[in-house]
């Protein structure tokens, strides 16, 4: 006899309003990731910072505001309508054997209200909670340090120059866990150590360890670290991080400073020094000096999540180890009497290189967790690089100029990588946007090189 699925209770989730598209793929990898899956109770409006879910259990719930960054709060749901008087009768609705437990005379509370694009006066917000007095509370209001809270939400739409005199929405709730949103302060990259110019904003970081799916004690990898942004996050989470890229500068924090007002790093600017400075040393591997494009680990499933930021070349061309055979675009000299022999390493090329070594040295069920920057007026879903071992999970899109962008892509290892994957190539179609040494830089500054000229032109009207 089959046992019955546990009953899912409703939940109400306040969205922050800050990219927008990463928030579903988050909470849908978190759910898995504590053993749910996102069940929405209506169609859910993805714009919208509220989102109604059925969770099974309130201890999944706070497991997942123990990790979001794109959530503010969580309610278990006793209501909710499109006018004040389909709230209060759907609370009469709401079991009185669930709402007791919380409302004893024993206990303290506090009633909050929270109003989405509309400021309520003093007066009003006294009056709403006023309408509230159906509701059987018997214990004292406690306005500082109450044993429960709950909340009123009101959302006004989402146009700010057309406010509407009443909610769209209302709901009412018990307050049950609020999110991570206090990470981005605190792991800021204006406030950390060691920094490049491509270091990795902290909240994109965050977001890119849980659409990873990382957890305590997985292995995380990062195959072109940098100043080992995303190390950060993965190990703030409970993961052992590690990570290689070419450059011996980085990799030893060594020459010239990215800060504004210093000339040349400091002794103890590094990746290590970057997990010290937040009690994560503990954490931290190594990071080595490597070339992504010739892999250097034993064979076999080696990482449980490779989280990366492969170079676009914007600032600089991306470039791989060559020899004296192949077309040599230079001989660059590191710190200690180091050489290297660079050679043009294409942007396809990166791609393919990364999705084969994701497909080879993921654990199955590993995800690979990575940006791809798009010529936005050549993006079609077929230019997303693929591989017969890995899974599209996700692709949310951040906007970078007017004409281009970059999407995270979230990719999941279901086959095992087999001798006849070494050689799985891309159709010719999909590589198109990335052929040629460096295209998307020169796309990316012929769209800045004609937006200058026309503001010029503008000017001397």
């Known amino acids: ?83 004040a008087g389909e709230l209060y009768a759907s609370l009469k ?61 009101e959302d006004y739409g989402m146009n700010p120059n057309d406010v509407p005199e009443e909610p769209i929405h209302l709901y009412f709730g018990r307050w049950i866990a609020d999110g991570q949103r206090e990470l981005i302060e605190s792991y800021s990259v204006k406030k950390r150590h060691f920094i490049g110019n491509t270091s990795m904003d902290a909240c994109l970081s965050f977001i890119m360890a849980n659409h990873g799916r990382v957890k305590p004690n997985d292995i995380v990898y990062d195959p072109f670290v940098g100043t080992g942004g995303l190390l950060i996050s993965s190990a703030h989470f409970g993961a052992y991080v590690c990570g290689t890229d070419i450059d011996y500068n980085t990799i030893h924090g060594l020459g010239k400073a990215s800060r504004k007002n210093q000339k040349w790093r400091g002794p103890d600017e590094n990746i290590r020094a970057n997990l010290r400075q937040y009690g994560l040393e503990k954490y931290y591997l190594d990071a080595l000096v490597a070339d992504s494009s010739r892999p250097i680990w034993r064979k076999g499933m080696l ?28 001989v660059e000299r590191s710190a200690e009497n180091h050489f290297f022999v660079s050679s043009s390493y294409h942007l396809s090329d ?82 198109m946007p990335y052929r040629g040494h460096n295209s998307f830089r020169e796309k990316y500054f012929s769209g800045v090189t004609k937006r200058i000229a026309k503001e010029e032109k503008d000017n001397q009207k």
């Open 93 to 153: 609705n709401y079991p009185t054997d669930k709402m007791l437990p919380y409302l004893q005379s024993d206990s303290t509370y506090k009633v909050h209200i929270h109003t989405f694009n509309k400021t309520l006066t003093q007066a009003q917000k006294i009056k709403k909670i006023d309408a509230l007095e159906f509701l059987p509370f018997k214990g004292k209001v406690n306005l500082k340090n109450p044993e429960h809270i709950f909340w009123i939400l």
């Open 303 to 330: 990482f449980d999540a490779i989280i990366t930021d492969p170079p676009y070349g914007i600032r600089e061309a991306p470039r791989r180890m060559g020899s004296q055979k192949e077309t040599v675009k230079s």
């Open 1 to 83: 006899m089959a046992l019955a699925a546990p009953a899912l209770r409703r939940y109400l989730l306040l969205l922050a309003q800050e990219h927008l598209e990463f928030r579903l793929p988050e909470i849908t990898s978190l759910l898995s990731l504590y053993g749910g899956q996102f069940c929405g109770e209506q169609e859910i409006r993805v714009n919208s910072p509220f989102w109604i879910l059925n969770i099974p259990s309130e201890e999944m719930a706070r497991g997942l505001m123990k990790r979001t960054v794109c959530a503010k709060s969580i309610f278990e749901l006793w209501g909710h309508g499109g006018s």
């Open 350 to 431: 990166i791609f393919f290189d990364l999705l084969k070594f994701g497909a080879e040295y993921l654990v199955m069920g590993g995800r690979l967790v990575y940006w791809l920057p798009i010529y936005r007026p050549e993006y079609t879903e077929e230019i997303i690089p693929r591989h017969p071992c890995l899974k599209l999970i996700s692709n949310c899109e951040q906007m970078l100029s007017s004409h281009t962008s970059r999407r995270l892509i979230t990719m999941e290892k279901v086959k095992e990588f087999k001798d006849q994957d070494e050689k799985s190539y891309l159709l010719d179609g999909q590589y």
